[in-house]
């Protein structure tokens, strides 16, 4: 497989609920990130890790907590979501973090989570 | 704080030609990004400007004016297929944040 690849595609979940999405990119970038897509906003940035290392939460709700075990693999773990944080879920990986010198992230395909 | 602001529609014929603005305030950024997303896609990077000017790729061109706050996507030869979101973005300078801030994405819509 290439580029960034994200499990599961679709998600319904309760508010009740323990689940968890996960990201793997096959490019060998040392960045990865989550981002939040609802409709009519812009893509809202949630967590950045560098090497592994979590280098910003942009002040994310505690119901949402992010994995990351090696430089490969992202994992969002969710619990007691509120119907408001249904989205879509995107993983995004770059070379370095920012991307600074060349502007590119690469994106998986989204997790479309829906909280009922 | 930074903020991108772009026209949220824009509606084209086949073969046209399409500019899409975008006007940012921030304190200090490397570069300006543009993406494209179809409907249940990805978005997928288009280009990059780190310098003032005018960046050509194919069908699309890219340009960036640092005095002005302001860059823009333009659009060639228009087809079906460029029916997408556009979505500017920016690279801040560490003290601000480590990775690209989007605007709120331009849907544009291409007719026959």
């Known amino acids: 497989e290439t580029g960034v690849t994200q499990t599961p595609r679709h998600l319904v979940m309760g508010m009740t609920n323990k689940k968890s999405l996960k990201c793997e990119q096959h490019?060998?970038?040392?960045?990865m990130y989550w981002y939040k897509q609802s409709a009519k906003k812009p893509l809202e940035l949630m967590f950045v890790?560098?090497?592994?290392?979590?280098?910003e939460n942009n002040s994310v709700p505690s119901r949402f907590s992010p994995e990351c075990p090696n430089s490969s693999h992202l994992f969002l773990h969710l619990h007691t979501l509120q119907p408001e944080d249904s989205a879509l879920y995107l993983c995004?990986?770059?070379?370095?973090?920012?991307?600074?010198?060349?502007?590119?992230?690469?994106f998986g395909e989204g997790s479309r989570l829906t909280v009922l | 704080g930074q903020s991108l602001e772009q026209p949220s529609e824009v509606t084209a014929v086949e073969g046209a030609i399409v500019q899409i603005n975008c006007t940012y305030q921030?304190?200090?950024?490397?570069?300006l990004s543009w993406y494209q997303q179809h409907d249940g896609g990805a978005p997928t990077f288009l280009s990059y400007?780190?310098?003032?000017g005018l960046e050509e790729t194919g069908r699309f061109s890219s340009f960036l004016s640092r005095s002005d706050s302001y860059g823009y996507l333009l659009l060639q030869e228009l087809q079906m297929k460029d029916s997408a979101s556009y979505f500017c973005?920016?690279?801040?300078?560490?003290?601000?944040?480590?990775?690209?801030?989007f605007g709120k994405g331009t849907t544009l819509s291409v007719s026959s």
């Open positions: 921030t304190s200090g950024f490397y570069g």
């Open positions: 490019l060998g970038h040392n960045a």
């Open positions: 400007n780190a310098l003032d």
């Open positions: 890790y560098s090497l592994e290392e979590r280098v």
């Open positions: 995004a990986s770059s070379q370095d973090p920012g991307p600074r010198d060349t502007g590119e992230l690469f």
């Open positions: 973005a920016v690279s801040p300078f560490p003290v601000t944040g480590t990775a690209l801030i």
